[in-house]
């Protein structure tokens, strides 16, 4: 398996939000850091094919972003995903299923699998409007998992989740990306060091840094931090005993 980005561009009136980036995935987890503006959400959005490219091809395994067989082998879960607050967390997994072509016994199968999968399956039953932030967050993750994607991609997927929610996400990733591709955006540079086999990081719509991040190389926040020249900021934060909050 293969997903392939050659010198894909994408600009926005006078700002190049993704430049000229060239990149060949095999199954794993990368993790996709970049500050606030660096075209990480862009980026990902043309890998999903919600965006078109100005130059530059997207393909995973010869099939290109634009085909419906791209998009059946896709699972995608954006920052602020849309959902249904009157239906119950089953009916929205399987009304989403089915948009993705499963047939409707093995929709309410999967669902309820994922329901369980995600620690929502006492919660399957009851309106969407009645769950919190974190277990909306939960129900997205499941939705992106529906059609047990082959390219998985998941823009901050681990805001709202409390500690135990983000371990038990953690090694639901850790999972996926033993079979697929999975790219996964976030703000928590811990997230990044746990989950990622390869540490991916924009910087004005380029790719800096392409690479493994294995112990011995020291702090990746620091490193992450220097690259955008904010030293400062690591250590006033390092003093103080906090850690990271920023948007990355």
């Given at each position: 398996?293969?997903?392939?980005l050659?010198?894909v561009?994408k600009?926005?009136?006078n ?11 095999h199954?794993?987890v990368y993790g ?16 999903c ?6 130059s530059?091809t ?11 067989e791209?998009?059946a ?19 929205f997994?399987?009304?989403m ?13 999967r ?10 399956g006492?919660?399957?039953?009851k309106k ?7 277990m909306?967050?939960r ?7 529906l ?16 500690p ?19 790219i ?5 540079v ?5 989950i ?5 990081m ?8 392409q690479g493994?991040w ?14 955008f ?15 990271s909050?920023?948007?990355?």
């Open positions: 398996m293969e997903l392939i050659d010198r561009t600009q926005f009136r700002k190049i939000a993704v430049d000229r980036i060239s990149l060949r995935l199954p794993g996709l850091l970049g500050a606030n503006g660096a075209g990480k959400t862009t980026l990902l959005r043309l890998i094919g919600i965006l078109r490219c100005d530059g997207v393909s995973l395994d010869g099939l290109d972003v634009s085909t419906e791209y998009r082998g896709l699972g995608y879960l954006p920052q602020d995903f849309g959902y249904y607050p009157e239906f119950t967390g089953m009916d997994l399987v009304y299923a089915t948009l993705k072509g499963l047939a409707r016994s093995q929709a309410g199968r669902a309820a699998e994922l329901l369980e999968l995600v620690s929502l006492d919660m399957g039953r969407i409007k009645t769950y919190s932030g974190g909306k967050q129900l997205g993750i499941a939705q992106a998992l059609n047990r994607p082959r390219l998985l991609i998941l823009d901050e997927p681990t805001a709202g989740l409390d135990k929610e983000r371990a038990r996400f953690r090694n639901l990733i850790g999972e996926a990306g033993k079979e697929g591709i999975v996964l955006s976030t703000h928590i811990s997230d990044i060091e746990q990622a086999d390869t540490v991916l924009m910087k004005d719509g380029r790719l800096i840094f493994e294995q112990e011995g190389q020291g702090d990746l926040e620091k490193f992450y931090l220097e690259q020249e904010d030293e400062g900021l690591y250590q006033k934060m390092n003093e103080s005993g906090k850690e909050g920023g948007n990355l």
